[in-house]
């Protein structure tokens, strides 16, 4: 639970611009407005992912 709190509080703050807060649709769907969420992302609302890795970002 620390982990997903600190993320709630990453989110939360305006100065950090490489975390963002979406929903488990969000998560499921792979992406929040134009931004794509990693699959792994998924383990934090439940035990299997919906997507396959991304490539690393060159």
Excluded: C, N
């Amino acid at each position: 639970m620390e982990f997903k709190r600190r993320l709630v509080d990453l989110a939360d703050d305006p100065t950090v611009d490489t975390v963002i807060a979406v929903t488990s649709s969000d998560i499921a769907h792979g992406r929040a407005g134009s931004a794509l969420i990693a699959p792994r992302s998924a383990y934090l609302v439940g035990d299997q992912r919906t997507w396959p890795d991304l490539p690393a970002v060159r």
